[in-house]
């Protein structure tokens, strides 16, 4: 019979994709600060926490000691991250106690290349235990290419990522940067995503089995819950057609 997957925090989001399953994965896109990291943070809380699983966090664009403080805010629901954030050194030390042997961090910070990160993965499924991979971003591993091979390298990467998560058995999360539309509003300001705005969008729909977005208005003329409300759009979906 089908089985439901390992769940996302968002019932919504576990109603459109029947949760997280292994051999799989999910490509996410949004625009700049529009919701990417937060996506992200409270996946590995709600993994950890109600879980008890172990993640497998590659984020090239947040160095890992900022990662660990907004992991362990989520914890203790203090802003660890923020130098006002009215929290003593006490309550820091015990967020971030709460963060060992839950999440594998790995310095990557700033650009890198697939086949580095891959041997990473590898490590972190099979000699960690991770069965959730998450890469924040995957244009990190492009930096300083060309546009001829920037498109072949994505198209490697997609193949070969999909291809280790079906052997491997885990499950996987990758954060993209979109390219801008060529008409109306930006992103920023409530603009649609596209499926075609995701940087390597060809490969990414022929390798993955879901693409999601998130949009975000940040106009300032709205008030202040609008700004701060992120909306997830699943594009598209291999296995069941969901949209």
């Not at 590995?44 to 805010?73: D, N, Q, W, Y």
């Given at each position: ?19 997280r399953r292994d051999g799989e994965g999910i490509y996410v896109g ?214």
């Amino acid at each position: 019979m089908p089985k439901w997957g390992r769940l996302y925090p968002w019932p919504s989001l576990n109603k459109l994709t029947y949760g997280r399953r292994d051999g799989e994965g999910i490509y996410v896109g949004a625009g700049v600060k529009c919701g990417k990291s937060s996506f992200i943070d409270q996946l590995v809380h709600h993994i950890t926490i109600a879980e008890e699983r172990k993640v497998a966090l590659f984020k090239m664009e947040e160095a890992p000691s900022m990662t660990v403080r907004k992991i362990a805010g989520l914890y203790m629901k203090k802003p660890f991250h923020k130098p006002d954030g009215n929290f003593t050194q006490a309550e820091l030390v015990e967020g971030v106690n709460m963060v060992k042997n839950k999440v594998m961090l790995f310095e990557s910070y700033g650009s890198t290349r697939w086949d580095r990160l891959k041997e990473d993965i590898r490590h972190a499924v099979v000699a960690g235990g991770c069965k959730d991979v998450v890469i924040d971003t995957l244009n990190r591993l492009t930096v300083g290419m060309d546009s001829g091979e920037v498109n072949t390298e994505l198209e490697r990467v997609a193949d070969e990522l999909a291809a280790m998560a079906k052997d491997l058995q885990f499950f996987y999360v990758v954060c993209c940067h979109l390219k801008a539309p060529t008409t109306g509003k930006s992103h920023e300001m409530g603009g649609q995503v596209l499926t075609s705005q995701f940087a390597g969008s060809r490969a990414m729909s022929r390798a993955c089995h879901m693409m999601l977005c998130i949009e975000r208005n940040k106009d300032p003329a709205l008030d202040e819950d609008q700004r701060n409300t992120s909306k997830f759009v699943l594009l598209e979906d291999r296995a069941f057609g969901n949209v």
